[in-house]
């Protein structure tokens, strides 16, 4: 067991393992990788999101809030104000706390005395009133606020009216993986021979799979050598709501379609290195989500930084990350066009070679070691200043929105935000 410096003390609020979730996983390697270059100076504590009680924690996490229990999160915002925590990440995702749009964890950071440094993983272009409401005062509580693509930092500026030097980007971190070449790690998870493609991670209707099987029975018939690997099992919140009735559904049509031979279900959540193992071994990643507003992608971020040519729809995340040749953007949807890009590819040797270079130099700067000093740099910086108490720092925000009302003007994104912001007056 890791013994951790005592001297600073971060909290660090999000879902956590054993929780199967991306946000949990993502928080571990922030810690770990935080602790690493802040030279182990730094002893994190976890404030876990709890959705399920059969779900057992270990240290580091110290305290858990129960999601929909208003008095966990005050207990746990007084847990943190009496001890000698330094400052607070917060992990945000709307449906990660309880109340309608997230909201229970607002008055959680109102009574905290210690900076708040803050990663969104999901901003609204059109949000309803409430999650705007909730967005707004989670940045106005945070000293910092961090996103993980460009775009988010325009939304915020001109959709939410958040202060651009309240605004960070730090990429989604993605472990540092050697550059391999596909064949011996086909071999290794026995596929020696095939043409691989992937897909990978908690699997839910918004991935839009059935796409990419319905662009299968094209790729076959240019391509019989094909394996196409679903990598991932169903999402827990989804499993609760409606059972498996998705994957039945994707098992089903790979039935229907006559593709047995040609797609292979890992319904599993597996390890980091067996995910290794799998993107290694591929020689095209495939994402087919179907709505735009999919701000960050760990999966897509993990995928472009071993190095994998990507078949993407254009949703945020894939925009960015998969620009300057890249990756190849097909329009949602559209099981014609998947189809006849991935046959291209697979095709061209040459061509996929290069993306898959571009693709494995652009990931170089999104590796753990440098997102977790750029992380550590700022919560140093936050840790120069704490507040002097609740009263206070709440009467500051009242004449600072004053001013801000007056100098600036938060764009209204749909009018149920502007019925809301007139409500507010």
């Keep these: 067991m890791v013994q951790f410096n005592r001297q600073r003390k971060i909290a660090f609020i999000s879902s956590f393992p054993p929780r199967k ?34 779900q057992q924690f270990c240290e580091p996490v110290e305290r858990v809030i129960r999601k929909n229990n208003k008095k966990d999160y005050m207990k746990a915002a007084d847990f943190i104000n009496s001890s000698d925590i330094k400052s607070v990440s917060l992990q945000h995702e709307f449906g990660l706390y309880g109340g309608r749009a ?14 708040i440094v803050s990663t969104l993983h999901t901003i609204l272009e059109k949000p309803l009133p409430e999650y705007f409401h909730t967005l707004v005062d989670i940045c106005d509580c945070s000293e910092t606020i961090i996103v993980m693509n460009r775009r988010g930092i325009d939304m915020l500026r ?25 064949e011996q790690y086909k071999r290794k998870v026995g596929l020696s021979g095939r043409k691989v493609l992937m ?58 379609l006559g593709l ?4 292979i279900f890992h319904d599993r959540f597996v390890t980091e290195t ?28 993990f995928a472009v930084g071993c190095g994998k040519a990507v078949v993407s729809t254009p949703y945020w995340a894939a925009e960015e990350l ?21 046959n291209r590819l697979l095709g061209d040797e040459s061509l996929l070679h290069r993306m898959t270079q571009r693709a494995y130099e652009y990931g170089r700067s999104m590796t753990w070691p440098i997102v977790g000093r750029a992380y550590w740099n700022i919560f140093r910086a936050r840790q120069s200043f704490l507040r002097t108490s609740v009263r206070s720092r709440l009467s500051t925000r009242v004449s600072t929105e004053i001013v801000d009302d007056l100098s600036r003007t938060r764009v209204s994104v749909t009018e149920k935000v502007k019925s809301f912001k007139a409500a507010c007056l």
């Design 21 to 54: 979730c991306g946000i949990a996983t993502f928080t571990s390697d922030l810690i770990h990788n935080t602790y690493l270059a802040s030279e182990r100076v730094i002893e994190p504590v976890v404030v876990a999101m709890q959705s399920d009680s059969s």
């Design 102 to 115: 997230g909201s229970y964890i607002v008055p959680l950071l109102r009574r905290l005395n210690v900076p």
């Design 158 to 182: 001109d959709l939410y009216g958040i202060p651009i030097r309240k605004i960070k980007l730090i990429p989604h971190g993605i472990p540092d993986v050697p550059f391999g070449k596909a």
């Design 199 to 256: 897909t990978f991670g908690l699997i839910g209707p918004n991935k839009g799979i059935e796409v990419m099987l319905n662009a299968m029975p094209t790729i076959v018939k240019e391509n019989p050598e094909v394996s196409y690997l679903v990598v991932g099992t169903v999402h827990p919140e989804i499993v609760k709501k409606q059972g498996y009735s998705y994957k039945n559904k994707l098992k089903n049509l790979v039935v229907d």
């Design 260 to 263: 047995e031979k040609n797609v």
């Design 274 to 301: 067996e995910l290794s193992d799998f993107l290694a071994a591929s020689d095209i990643y495939v994402t087919s989500y179907l709505n735009k507003e999919q701000l960050t992608s760990g999966t897509l971020a």
């Design 322 to 342: 998969l620009a300057n040749g890249r990756g190849v953007l097909v329009p949602f949807g559209n099981t014609q066009r998947m189809a006849e890009v991935i």
